[in-house]
């Protein structure tokens, strides 16, 4: 049963403090997204890649957040220095990308991170 | 600017009653997907409609795309527990398999 995995599922850490949060995309998936979720703001993309590369991070804020994939089976989203208000929970998903299932996301369990 | 727009918001029902759900746009999609999330788990992917006009039915679960691409309804026929959760729609508006998603719509089902 193929499946996104994040780690860690849950984080709390001060204001200040660097946080990784990693994700394994699907086996042969060729695209991946990360999303921040809050009951405000619901889902909002933050980062997207295709093949490796990034296509688009607008919706990330460039002074603290960062992203990439090392490789394909690793997606790393960085936070430095962290805030209380970028707790949230982080998904994760990937996709194949292809014509007639481009859109078709298959989503991580999340990180819920907390910072105090 | 919120593209997607979900309503209700929130419903909550006695089981065996049926609902619909519905996500409204002003701008055309290429795909609509239905999403539904559990307490602590991420969404899951129900169904993705392409052609305006299609209907596709998942054991109770019936999704319709609009005419012109633009909205898309789902209806739940006999509530039961288990369908309790967080339903999103999602739009597909360009080649690169990015998503807009609604607001969300938290439904309950009492026993």
């Known amino acids: 049963d193929a499946r996104v995995t994040q780690t860690p599922r849950h984080k709390v850490t001060e204001m200040g403090q660097e946080v990784t949060m990693r994700c394994q995309p699907i086996l042969g998936h060729n695209t991946v997204f990360w999303y921040r979720q809050t009951m405000m703001q619901g889902l909002e993309l933050l980062a997207y890649f295709r093949n490796r590369a990034p296509l688009d991070d607008s919706g990330m804020p460039k002074d603290r957040f960062s992203a990439e994939m090392p490789d394909a089976t690793l997606a790393t989203l960085k936070i430095q220095p962290s805030e209380p208000r970028d707790s949230a929970v982080y998904f994760c998903?990937?996709?194949?990308?292809?014509?007639?299932?481009?859109?078709?996301?298959?989503f991580g369990p999340g990180t819920r991170l907390t910072v105090t | 600017t919120q593209l997607l727009e979900q309503s209700p918001q929130f419903l909550s029902i006695q089981e065996g009653e049926n609902l619909t759900v519905y996500c409204n746009s002003s701008s055309v999609f290429s795909s609509l997907q239905w999403y539904r999330q559990e307490p602590g788990e991420g969404p899951v992917l129900l169904v993705t409609v392409v052609t305006g006009g299609e209907v596709k039915k998942l054991k109770r679960l019936t999704f319709q795309f609009g005419d012109a691409r633009k909205d898309s309804s789902l209806h739940i026929t006999a509530a039961q527990p288990g369908d309790t959760g967080l339903y999103l729609c999602a739009g597909g508006k360009s080649n690169t398999g990015k998503l807009i998603f609604g607001q969300g719509t938290t439904l309950q089902v009492k026993p």
């Open positions: 998903a990937s996709g194949l990308g292809l014509a007639h299932r481009r859109y078709e996301q298959y």
